[in-house]
């Protein structure tokens, strides 16, 4: 069976993978990583975002033998050691923007992608456009916009600290 | 001793506790669950709506790498396996029982559906399972197929199960139809509708899944299974299905990715699981792709309707008749039958004084997945009916739209209201509801709004809908002489632990709906114990004593009720642990935010000294209580409980593209009271979410031949961010009147009151085009073709 090496939230693995065996499913079922689900098989939920060398990831469009060598973070590589909550995780609990939690994985790590992507924030409008590849069936996503506002905010230093979700 | 604490009690917007496993990808999904020595299920499914089966050879499928089994509907028959059975009985209009085919667990000579089980295999891997399951050869005969509910009643149209005519399941009535034509006689206006309720698929975003496995030593079973109600899938599938004592049963519903409904039934995929972990002596795991899922799960609504209202020369409604096709698809499914008749029928009242109402309901079998109760069940497709039909009323008399609601309205101090269908409303007040909707959402200043949009060469148009609905499922007497094979009590169990934490232990299920910080807030409430020592259990038979589960927002209006009861218990009791430790009467002692103490002196016990003499009774009155302070309590509903409320809609069109906007929504919910205003803001937005869905995206749609056609979120239109507006959620509060907590349930408003709401804006978008209505979901390519001079076809 072929090996596949590559670096998951900072340790290297080398893992024996089938020829068509997902990235997603090294992950759940070979590193036990069980925080990025799988909520479709037709690419469309985004339930399975993790980053890929630094860009987010579908993680059920992509082999296993493509990550060779490659760095990945899943949600479970997010908070700091001292399990200091990433901004975005920050915001989303502030700002109630799960419910269910699963999309939430998925959600979070395309919406730090998201922010990175656009340094000078975003309007209400580009973040919902940006959310395009990422379903979630519980919230309408109200909450998730504005947990990702208040996280750019933070992320791009423009706040120290999360401005807290109104009462 | 005045414990000064952050506010965690009722009415706080406390952050969730469940957070932070979620958002660290800690979550214990089912499908994040491995058993040692786990195999892994692949359900082979028929590709066919309606055939028979030939022949099934699975010898190929056994010589497979990897396979340990490979069982049929043969092999389960052979066993004594029992049918799915369903949990609730309708009777026909001549009092007679429904229609109520078998529902094999593997379908055994037919197959009924695109999705019905046929084998399933069990391999050491997923995908061994997989490639076995390609190389079982089935030999179909095609039959003919019903795929709507009006191909169903056709005269000579296939039948889906032997046995009744018409691929009837019941005809059933309510009301008084003698009163209802004397009615509809002296009617100075008759106003009549016709609309589909389109077909949805519920897509929790995580896919059921289950875990069947069988403890070769002590004989004793456990499933892991994606539902919202443990308890119901242990009796349902230990006594009905697979004859397992439910002393030798466990079964465990972990973190659960959503429900909406779809995750209440029994499912035959825990069936098969549990018992092949059983012939295969190793733990057997399944889970759906999403493919799967669509042709698997239960779908909703699905319903064909005429109404027709009858009005007096002053536009008050004098009676309302319904005439409904009901779609069961292929079995019935766990509650299917309440669905359209006793969550449908009984609330055709709505919001409005309507002195006679008469409905009559067929339910019918086709070849399709069968249809259950999906977020709102019943009341959605009622309120839809009744609002779309206030507005073409409106329309026809040429009264304001606004004005003809408020005309018929309830008032304030009419309740408790009895309605014509069975009903009897508690709490309300429909008025200030639609006073704080006009008012939040701009509705007078619109037409300025419209002319505007127009200048853009857009068009923009505002919807109103009202909304009753019943929840906080529901008295057990009522509900069983409606045909209810359960009670529908709920379970609570306090344990106050020695040192003064507390655990909950609830038959309700959380999953998604912030149970765990909601019910600790009660208990931060009622026993001044802090959140952050109370802990929700919930979601495994082998911890709580039982429970009905969650759905039809009943799980803080009667599990919370049962909760509060416990409490009372608790407090009692610690009442009299209390008198002792301070040498007092009982009746001299209170108990307020976690203290005891003496009336009127400064003598008190915290409710952790008490635990702790209640475990360790060194100085206790042993002889007359009992150690411990640990309370269970049984909570019987007296009566459903009434949410109500009003959403506005404003749209807008583009001409060019037929793309309906939805730039405004206002909901003004009364919920009851309202325990974390923040929870049910987002209970009420993403119910929003799915009613704006189906108004304008969802459908689930099957050809002529039962295939599914919209099978995959490729072809079935989900939200998304981009779709849907930001929804402004305001509350205003009656208090329930009959539960101690005062609470309505908040988990379905949304979907109830937000699909007419929409409609009636697209309608109004579209008035210079003189269309009276437009079929959900109202798609761009419908739109357009009103438009552009289409309307008569897509309008009809």
């Given amino acids: 069976m072929p090996q596949v090496t590559l670096t998951v939230n900072g340790t290297a693995h080398t893992v024996e993978v089938e020829n068509r065996t997902l990235l997603v499913d090294l992950l759940r079922e070979k590193l036990r990583l069980t925080g990025t689900h799988v909520g479709c098989d037709t690419s469309q939920c985004g339930a399975c975002v993790v980053h890929v060398d630094g860009e987010s990831v579908k993680a059920c469009t992509m082999l296993a033998l493509q990550a060779q060598g490659s760095q990945v973070t899943t949600i479970e590589g997010l908070a700091a050691a001292d399990g200091t909550l990433h901004p975005m995780q920050e915001a989303f609990r502030e700002y109630h923007a799960l419910q269910c939690g699963f999309c939430t994985p998925g959600m979070v790590m395309s919406a730090i992608d998201l922010v990175k992507k656009h340094p000078n924030g975003m309007s209400e409008r580009e973040i919902r456009e940006g959310l395009e590849g990422n379903l979630c069936r519980c919230t309408g996503y109200h909450n998730i916009v504005k947990a990702i506002a208040a996280a750019a905010e933070v992320m791009q230093g423009r706040r120290s600290e999360l401005a807290r979700a109104a009462e | 001793m005045n414990v000064s604490l952050p506010f965690e009690g009722i009415g706080a917007s406390v952050r969730r506790k469940e957070d932070l496993r979620f958002l660290s990808g800690r979550g214990q999904y089912v499908d994040d669950i491995d ?161 589909t309720n389109n077909r949805l698929v519920p897509n929790a975003m995580e896919p059921r899944a289950a875990i069947g496995e069988f403890d070769t030593t002590s004989g004793d079973y456990t499933l892991y299974t994606t539902s919202q109600n443990p308890h119901v899938i242990r009796l349902l599938m230990g006594a009905f299905v697979l004859h397992i004592p439910e002393a030798k049963l466990r079964v465990v519903a972990p973190d659960v990715g959503g429900g909406f409904g779809s995750k209440i039934y029994h499912y035959a995929e825990e069936a098969i699981v549990t018992w092949a972990s059983a012939k295969v002596r190793r733990p057997v795991k399944w889970t759906a792709d999403r493919t799967e899922a669509f042709m698997s799960d239960a779908h909703g609504r699905d319903h064909v309707s005429t109404a027709e209202l009858a009005l007096d020369a002053d536009g008050k409604i004098l009676a309302l008749r319904v005439h409904t096709l009901a779609n069961m698809g292929a079995y019935l499914s766990t509650f299917a039958p309440c669905v359209p008749t006793y969550l449908y029928a009984t609330l055709l009242s709505g919001t409005y004084q309507i002195p006679v109402i008469y409905a009559e309901v067929k339910a019918v079998f086709t070849n399709t997945v069968p249809v259950d109760a999906y977020r709102g069940a019943g009341r959605p497709e009622a309120t839809y009916l009744l609002e779309r039909l206030m507005d073409v009323a409106a329309a026809e008399t040429g009264l304001d739209r606004v004005e003809l609601r408020r005309r018929n309205l309830i008032q304030p101090d009419q309740f408790p209201y009895q309605t014509p269908v069975a009903l009897q409303y508690d ?370």
């Avoid at chain 2, 609570?492 to 999953?511: E, K, N, Q, Y």
């Avoid at chain 2, 209580?625 to 459903?640: Q, R, S, V």
């Avoid at chain 2, 009959?738 to 979907?751: F, I, M, R, S, T």
């Fill in chain 2, 35 to 195: 058993r040692p020595g786990q195999t892994y299920a692949h359900i082979l499914r028929s590709p066919h709506a309606h055939a028979r089966l030939a022949r099934i050879d699975t010898a190929s499928a056994r010589a497979m790498p990897g396979v340990r089994a490979v069982f049929t509907g043969a092999d389960l028959d052979a066993e004594n396996i029992g049918g799915i059975p369903c949990g609730w009985q309708i009777h026909n209009k001549d009092g007679t029982p429904m229609a109520e085919p078998p529902h094999p667990v593997l379908a055994v000579e037919k197959v009924r559906h695109v999705g019905d089980p046929v084998a399933v295999v069990i391999a050491e891997t997923k995908a061994q399972a997989r490639d076995a399951a390609e190389a079982i050869e089935v030999e179909y005969e095609p039959l003919p197929a019903v795929a709507t509910s009006e191909a169903a009643v056709a005269a000579g149209a296939p039948q889906v199960h032997t046995g009744g005519p018409g691929n009837l399941c019941y005809d059933w009535h309510i009301g008084d139809k003698a009163a209802m034509d004397a009615a509809f006689a002296r009617a100075a206006k008759v106003v009549r509708f016709e609309t």
């Fill in chain 2, 427 to 796: 709490s309300g007040n429909y008025q200030a509801t639609l006073d704080q909707a006009i008012e939040a959402s701009g509705y007078h200043g619109f037409e300025q709004r419209r002319a505007e949009a127009k200048a853009r060469g857009k068009l923009r148009g505002i919807g109103v809908s009202t909304y009753l609905e019943a929840c906080g499922i529901a008295p057990s007497a009522v509900v069983g002489s409606l045909g209810a094979r359960a009670g529908l009590y709920e379970v609570g169990t306090i344990r106050v632990h020695p040192t003064g934490s507390v655990t909950v232990l609830t038959g309700a299920h959380s999953h998604g709906q912030g149970h765990e910080t909601t019910f600790a807030q009660l208990v931060a409430d009622k026993l001044g114990v802090p959140l952050s020592q109370v802990d929700v259990v919930h979601g495994d038979t082998a911890k709580v004593p039982f429970g009905m589960g969650t759905y039809g927002s009943r799980s803080l209006a009667v599990g919370g009720s049962a909760m509060m009861k416990a409490m009372d218990k608790i407090i009692a009791k610690g009442k009299r642990i209390a008198a002792h430790l301070m040498e007092a009467a009982v009746e001299d002692v209170e108990f307020e935010r976690g203290t005891f103490r003496v009336a009127g002196t400064d003598r008190t016990k915290s409710l952790t000294e008490v635990s702790l003499a209640a475990y360790v009774p060194h100085n206790y009155p042993i002889d007359e209580i009992e150690p411990g302070l640990d309370e269970t309590a049984f909570y019987d509903p007296k009566n459903f409980t009434y949410p109500g409320g009003c959403h506005i809609a404003e749209v807008e069109i583009d001409p060019d593209t037929g793309h309906v906007d939805v730039v405004n929504f206002t909901a003004v919910d009364d919920v009851g009271r309202v325990i974390n205003p923040m929870i049910v803001e987002g209970q009420v937005q993403g119910g929003v979410a799915q009613g704006i869905g189906q108004a304008l995206l969802e459908n689930a749609v099957y050809d002529a031949e039962g295939q599914l056609v919209s099978g995959s979120f490729m072809d079935y239109t989900m939200p998304r961010a981009g779709d849907l507006p930001s929804v402004g959620v305001a509350t205003h509060t009656t208090l329930c009147t009959h539960n101690p907590l005062g609470v309505k349930g908040c988990g379905e408003v949304g979907a109830i009151g937000s699909p007419p709401a929409v409609i009636n804006a697209v309608v109004d978008a579209l008035r210079d085009y003189g269309v009276k209505h437009v079929e959900m979901p109202a798609t761009p390519a419908k739109i357009w073709q009103i438009i552009h001079g289409g309307h008569r076809m897509a309008a009809e």
